[in-house]
Each structure stands twice: as structure tokens, then as C-alpha cells.
């Protein structure tokens, strides 16, 4: 798995599709037992090269219940991106993760991650990907959050932008949250 690791944050692949020098940001072992899937490192992610290291992550642990200290135990969690690498600024936040990352390099990734027991989707890219049942929109795939169960449960994204979609839909944090909450503490 080190080795994997280090093959991937070696990875140029998508080098002249980036605003910025590659540099692919995840957090994986074997032994992980969360799998939490997101979109691609924001800015700030990709100058610390630490994953969720920004206001949505901090907003991702207070949803999970969890602390910086177990989040960031690779042997609990895994935190990997649809795309490894800052996709750059487009006109209403960040551009969409590259395609790339996900095709060359997820499914390895997970065949070498056998113990992982929930796999936490954030976003539309990361639903779409994997949910062969998404509902017309993020919002009635995040309400049908049950279907997906126990093996994913996908969220929005825990970005500030998201306010107003959290709102405007107060059974989230009212109905998936202590859900959420519940499951995450069984691999703590």
C-alpha cells in the first residue's frame, strides 16, 4: 500500500490539464475501515498537501462526530478524492475533480483497502461514480440515503458555499447527521 501511495503522489498524468504543479493529496491503508470519497483538494488543501485541511473539512468532522486526531489515522480513515490534484477556479468555486485520477487509480486503491466497512460519498461526482442508483438530483440521493446502506451513504458537499442548500433542507442535519453519526462510531 506505501508503495501505491507514493505511486500516486508521484502521478503527473494530468500535468498540463492543472493550474499548479500535480500535487495528488489522499490519506489510505489497508487498514482502513472508513472510506470517505470526495471531490478534488481546494486551494488551501493543495498548499498544505493535507486532505479536508480547510473550513469544509472542519465541517466534515463536526458531521461525522469525529476527532482531527481519528480522522486523520489512516488506519481508521481513508480520505480519497475523485481527483488527487487542486483542478484549479472556475466561475462559481472550484472546477470538477479530473476524470483521470478516478479511472487509473481508484480501483486499485480499493482492491488493497479489504477492511473497509463504509464508504462515505460527498458530492455528486464521487455519487455518480459509484451509486448505480442515483435519484434525479444530490438532494433526493442524500434523501434516499437508506438505500444505500450499509455499505455507502452519501452526503453533500460540507463546503460553506452550501449553506443555503442546508437551509434549505433541515432534515439533513436533523435525519442523516445522528445517523451518520451512529455508523461512524461503530469503527471508532
Known amino acids: 500500500m506505501k ?3 507514493n505511486e500516486i503522489k508521484s502521478c503527473t498524468t494530468c500535468t498540463t490539464h492543472l493550474p499548479h504543479s500535480p500535487r495528488p493529496v ?11 470519497i470526495g471531490q478534488a483538494p481546494g486551494r488551501k488543501v493543495h498548499e498544505t498537501g493535507i486532505p479536508w485541511d480547510d473550513p469544509s473539512g472542519k465541517q466534515l468532522r ?5 476527532s482531527n486526531e481519528t480522522f486523520y ?7 480519497i478524492p475523485m481527483g488527487f490534484c487542486y483542478p484549479g477556479k472556475g466561475k462559481s468555486g472550484d472546477l470538477p475533480p479530473r476524470p483521470e485520477c478516478a479511472a487509473h487509480w481508484h480501483d486499485t486503491l ?17 455519487q455518480q461514480h459509484y451509486l448505480s442508483n442515483t435519484k434525479e438530483n444530490l438532494t433526493a440521493t442524500v434523501k434516499a440515503y437508506k438505500e444505500y446502506l450499509p455499505y455507502y451513504l452519501p452526503l453533500p458537499h460540507p463546503s460553506p458555499r452550501n449553506r443555503f442548500w442546508l437551509s434549505k433542507n433541515p432534515w ?12 461512524v462510531r461503530k469503527f471508532l
Open 3 to 5: 508503495k501505491l501511495i
Open 26 to 36: 489522499l490519506q489510505a491503508s489497508s487498514k482502513s475501515k472508513l472510506l470517505i
Open 62 to 66: 463536526k458531521w461525522l462526530g469525529m
Open 73 to 79: 489515522n489512516p488506519n481508521i480513515v481513508a480520505l
Open 110 to 126: 480499493l482492491n488493497k483497502m479489504k477492511q473497509v466497512e463504509l464508504t462515505i460519498l460527498i458530492g455528486q461526482y464521487a
Open 172 to 183: 439533513f442535519e436533523e435525519d442523516v447527521i445522528p445517523i451518520l453519526q451512529q455508523t
